[in-house]
């Protein structure tokens, strides 16, 4: 999949009824994945994007890192859940996610805690992203965090179990101080959205 253009992102979001975040101060940020149309597991072959208006020149900032929205093939095969590992529905979710702590070791966008996302359940352990699969409200634990901390991850592997996961550390890094200057503007509270490659 093809880096996708902020005006093909703002255009789906708009067709779709979804809120476009567009304060003059700045750094009111749109966090938006889009999922790939392509259903192997364990490839970084999906764009998390943030797009914010510039709040000194009025224009639009806009920044796309290669990451995955779906479970690595590990989790796949090997299901934590009894109904199946999830895989995040693309919507967009309102006030979902906070900065704390993922898994109680660094600072990510984490899921707000006593939510929960619609997932699809994935249990046919067949290694592929099956997005057919009965949709359940349990979702809970949907993280935007990196994988590997020191250098470019290949595989998703193990890092994902439901996460949209970056893969290179350097551009979650730009990512978090992103949403850290928003969380002291605006306060800790993120909206996001996940697209799919057709809604582009």
Known sequence: MKRP?????HA?????????????????????????????????????????????????????????TDPGLYHLQNPQ?????????????RGSHTIRKHNGRYDA?????????PVHRDRNEDGSIDLDAP????????????????MTSRKVGK???????FAD????????TLARRARDMYGNSFTYTLLDEADL
């Open 5 to 9: 253009l902020r005006s093909a992102i």
């Open 12 to 68: 789906a979001l708009k067709r779709k009824g979804y809120r476009l975040f567009e304060n003059a101060r700045g750094f009111d940020l749109n966090i938006v994945g889009v999922r790939s149309r392509e259903r192997r597991a364990d490839h970084y072959d999906d764009w998390m994007t943030v797009s914010w208006r510039d709040g000194l020149i009025g224009d639009w900032a806009f920044h796309a890192w290669p990451c995955t």
């Open 81 to 93: 859940n009894v109904r199946g590992t999830a895989i995040l529905q693309a919507g967009q979710y």
């Open 109 to 117: 966008v984490c899921q707000k805690r006593g939510t929960v996302l």
């Open 135 to 150: 949709l359940h409200e349990d979702g809970t634990g949907i993280n935007i965090h990196r994988a590997h901390a020191f």
């Open 159 to 165: 890092w994902s179990a439901g996460c949209q996961v």
């Open 169 to 176: 550390p350097t551009d979650f890094t730009v990512f978090m």
